[in-house]
């Protein structure tokens, strides 16, 4: 059973950072691509970064610079930190999977929920 529990997440102000885990069980973690994506209340969910099994990263255009993906294929674990917060960043984050450039597991975990805000 494919299970992701994300944490880390929290308020904070603007300018401040965070860092954010998401654990993975029931899958190959090392084959596996995984990624960020986030909600924000009234939008669809959005990829913010990933990382393919080769460690490739990618960034979509609005946290370039300031955010960084990593994974740890040893403890099945992938992480966002975030750093230079900003109130659009307000969200809540999850994580997913994909093997090589197929389409993202449907599959959800709970998230972690993330508020920047003075």
């Known amino acids: 059973q494919v299970q992701f529990v994300e944490s880390g997440g929290g308020l904070v102000q603007p300018g401040g950072s965070l860092r954010l885990s998401c654990a993975a069980s029931?899958?190959?973690?090392?084959?596996?691509?995984m990624g960020w994506f986030r909600q924000a209340p009234g939008k669809q969910r959005e990829l913010v970064a990933s990382i393919g099994s080769d460690g490739i990263t990618s960034y979509r255009d609005f946290v370039k610079g300031r955010f960084t993906i990593s994974r740890d294929n040893a403890k099945n674990t992938v992480y966002l930190q975030m750093n230079i917060l900003k109130p659009e960043d307000t969200a809540v984050y999850y994580c997913?999977?994909?093997?090589?450039?197929?389409?993202?597991?449907?599959?959800w975990g709970q998230g972690t929920q993330v508020t920047v805000s003075s």
């Open positions: 997913n999977a994909r093997v090589a450039a197929s389409i993202w597991l449907d599959f």
């Open positions: 029931g899958i190959i973690f090392s084959g596996y691509g």
